[in-house]
């Protein structure tokens, strides 16, 4: 059950304490679903799910959310301004309207004149229970510490009695905590399956807005119609009154109205995950990446030989798909660790090799970062033991003294837009000496696309390599 410090209260409002927020022994779902769990993930993804009242989640975020008060809570939101939906559209028919503005009591006033708002919750609320669930529901890459992996929110609606959020679907997967008041909630099936982005007619927005929603929806269905919900609402939609204690679970892409029956306030766990299709084309954008030709800029001056370059890609990609990968250089058996530790320390691999050296590849995507390299670009070295890992070694350090180890930075699968990494990891050497001897090392082997050593006595090489293959620096054939 939750525990520990309160996020909030009155006293302590922004960059309050960071919670304990579990006992570290109960899965966060537990927590909040109860002896429901089992049920609740049977309907993971498939169906609306409700549970009612559940009294010890509500009394613990009363504690952690300062009792519920709405100034309290709005001026610790982790986003930089509020939404605030009106209670009166005009100019765009039914649909919803809203502006931002960036100060909390200028939220409020309009919270308390009847408007409705929407902001996020706190931060460091933010921090441990998203990260949770997603790891509970398999809905992340395990070892990704990277926010591009772990994708997710905890949104806060302050609702006031009549706002009506009308028909729409969301891409994430909800979880929604009501706080305080009730809602009532209709569902309509739609026919949408993984949804990449939201469909919103309740809504007004921009014209890119509107494109980017409809194109990419349609990428899944092309015959997908905006106004389903309306031919599907022939069919009764079903409807549950939600109120204080509550949880609601609705799968993304299903239709839903929200009325608000009682001034309300209520907190929605927002997650979403990465598809099969990003963590394979990253991978293999890492490796065109790598030919000078193809990080050309596209040049539309000579049809010909800009067709032919795109030729030249199609045959390299044939050749990547048959032999430079293998699905596990893209997901090495690393992400499928459900705890794993963001720092390795090469001393507690073993020194003996259960695999012959014969069947172990380099992993193409994969780089090693010496951090003497990277002081050179003002990296700085995170001595912090405590905050990396609880199974440290014993060489720490106080942040005063430069650290006895050597460290190594792994990173695996960053082709994607913002060469952000599917895997990281920090690689503790005995000795400065030691990660350079490694780093060498390695970058012979990847030279040779071989992975060759001769006598290993001590072990040391072992323990190397079986380091690398439990992050998938090097994986076996
Ligand atoms: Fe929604």
Redo the contacts with the bound molecule.
């Keep these: 059950m939750l525990q520990g410090k309160p996020i909030l209260s009155k006293n302590k409002r922004k960059n309050s304490e960071i919670i304990d927020f579990t006992d570290g022994s109960t899965p966060i779902l537990t927590s909040i679903m109860g002896s429901n769990v089992g049920d609740f993930m049977t309907n993971f993804k498939r169906n609306p799910y409700v549970i009612k009242g559940n009294d010890r989640i509500l009394s613990a975020l009363k504690d952690q959310l300062g009792d519920f008060d709405v100034e309290t809570m709005l001026e610790s939101s982790a986003s930089d301004n509020y939404h605030v939906w009106l209670k009166q559209t005009s100019n765009h028919g039914n649909k919803l309207e809203s502006i931002i503005v960036e100060d909390a009591s200028q939220a409020l006033k309009l919270y308390n004149a009847g408007h409705s708002l929407y902001c996020r919750a706190p931060k460091d609320l933010e921090d441990i229970v998203v990260s949770r669930c997603l790891k509970e529901l398999n809905f992340s890459i395990g070892c990704s510490n990277s926010d591009r992996y772990r994708r997710g929110e905890i949104e806060t609606f302050y609702s006031n009695k009549g706002h009506l959020?009308a028909f729409?679907?969301?891409f994430q997967e909800?979880i929604t905590i009501m706080l305080t008041g009730k809602k009532k909630w209709r569902f309509i099936n739609s026919s949408l399956t993984h949804p990449l982005r939201?469909c919103t007619p309740h809504y007004y927005q921009s014209n890119d807005v509107a494109e980017t929603q409809l194109k990419v929806l349609k990428l899944s269905d092309s015959m997908f119609s905006v106004n389903e919900y309306i031919d599907n609402k022939k069919n009764k939609p079903y409807e549950v009154i939600i109120e204080a204690g509550d949880i609601l679970y609705?799968p993304a892409g299903i239709w839903?109205e929200?009325e608000c029956i009682e001034n309300s306030i209520s907190i929605n766990i927002s997650l979403v995950g990465v598809t099969y299709a990003e963590v394979v084309s990253n991978a293999i954008q890492q490796l065109l990446l790598q030919n000078d030709k193809y990080r050309e800029i596209v040049n539309v001056s000579h049809q010909k030989n800009a067709l032919q370059v795109i030729q030249n890609i199609f045959d390299e990609i044939q050749s990547i798909v048959t032999g430079k990968l293998v699905p596990n250089d893209i997901l090495t058996n690393y992400c499928f660790v459900k705890e794993c530790d963001p720092i390795l320390y090469i001393s507690k691999f073993n020194s003996k090799l259960s695999i012959s050296a014969n069947k172990l590849r380099i992993n193409p995507l994969a780089s090693l970062l010496l951090v003497n390299e990277l002081k050179e670009l003002g990296w700085s070295e995170n001595t912090d033991e405590d905050e990396t890992s609880s199974t440290s070694s014993s060489s720490s350090s106080s942040s005063s003294t430069a650290p006895s180890y050597g460290t190594l930075v792994v990173h695996i699968n960053y082709g994607n837009e913002s060469y952000e990494s599917l895997i990281r990891a920090e690689i503790r050497c005995d000795s400065t000496d030691q990660a350079t001897i490694i780093y060498n090392q390695w970058l012979k082997w990847k030279q040779n696309n071989k992975v060759a050593f001769e006598v290993d006595k001590s072990g040391e090489i072992c323990r190397v390599i079986n380091c690398l293959l439990h992050v998938g620096v090097i994986n076996c054939i």
């Design positions: 959020t729409h679907t969301d909800n939201g609705h839903h929200v």
